[in-house]
Antibody
C-alpha cells in the first residue's frame, strides 16, 4: 500500500520561503509523476507542479516564478519550495502520485493526508 | 489553461435519491476526466478516472459518463456516507485543473 506523508513548518512568515517534503512509502518513485496540489480553507484545489524521478519538472504558469521542486530517490522523497510567500499562500498542501494509465496519460491515484501551512507574521 | 465548470455548486438530497453532477471543460479533453470525493478535513478520494472507469473499491452506485467537453457523475442511490463535496479534474493537459466543487448536503 502506497503512502505519502507531507512534512515541514506549519507557520511561515510573509516574504519567506515555504519548504515541504513528501516521503513516499510502499513503492518506487520511478515511472510516476509526483505532484503538489494545494487547497485554501473552504476553497477549491490548485495544481502547483510536478516532478519525475529523473528530476524533470513542470510548474503551474501562475506559480512558476516562485516554485522549485526537487527529488531524492535514495530517500524516497520529493520536495517543494515556494518563495516570497504571502497570506494568499495559506492552504493545505497535498503531495500526490500520478500514475501513467494505458492511454499514456497521467492520472492521480494516491494523495497524502495534507499539511496546513499558514503564512503569518 | 483549461477551465472546468461544475454545476450545481451545491445540492440538497435525501438518502436513496439519484444525484447527478455536471462538469464542463472549456475545450475538448477527450476522456481525460476524473472525479473525486472530499469530506471535511480529509484529502480527496479518487472515485472515477477516464470519465467512466471506477476506481478499485468504489461502490457501483457511482458512475461517470461523457467525453469531449461535457461530463456527468451520477450517484444512483445516495447513501449517508456520500454527503461530501465532489470535484471533477481534467488531466488532458497541464496545468491540471479542477472544477469548483459540488457540495452534496442532506435535505
Amino acid at each position: 500500500q502506497v503512502q505519502l506523508q507531507e512534512s515541514g513548518p506549519e507557520l511561515v512568515k510573509p516574504s519567506e520561503t515555504l519548504s515541504l517534503t513528501c516521503t513516499v512509502s510502499g513503492g518506487s518513485l520511478s515511472s510516476y509523476s509526483w505532484t503538489w496540489i494545494r487547497q485554501p480553507a473552504g476553497k477549491g484545489l490548485e495544481y502547483i507542479g510536478r516532478i519525475f524521478a529523473t528530476g524533470s519538472t513542470d510548474y503551474s504558469p501562475s506559480l512558476k516564478s516562485r516554485v522549485t521542486m526537487s527529488v531524492d530517490t535514495s530517500k524516497s522523497q520529493f520536495s517543494l519550495k515556494m518563495s516570497s510567500v504571502t497570506a494568499a499562500d495559506t492552504a493545505v498542501y497535498y503531495c500526490v502520485r500520478e500514475l501513467r494509465d494505458d492511454s499514456g496519460w497521467f492520472r492521480i491515484d494516491y494523495w497524502g493526508q495534507g499539511t496546513l501551512v499558514t503564512v503569518s507574521s | 489553461d483549461i477551465q472546468m465548470t461544475q454545476s450545481p455548486s451545491s445540492l440538497s438530497a435525501s438518502v436513496g435519491d439519484r444525484v447527478t453532477i455536471s462538469c464542463r471543460a472549456s475545450q475538448g479533453i477527450r476522456n481525460h476526466l476524473a472525479w473525486f470525493q472530499q469530506k471535511p478535513g480529509k484529502p480527496p478520494k479518487s472515485l472515477i478516472y477516464a470519465a467512466f472507469s471506477l476506481q478499485s473499491g468504489v461502490p457501483s452506485r457511482f458512475s461517470g459518463s461523457g467525453s469531449g467537453t461535457d461530463f456527468t457523475l451520477t450517484i444512483s442511490s445516495l447513501q449517508p456516507e456520500d454527503f461530501a463535496t465532489y470535484y471533477c479534474q481534467q488531466y488532458d493537459s497541464y496545468p491540471l485543473t479542477f472544477g469548483g466543487g459540488t457540495k452534496v448536503e442532506i435535505e
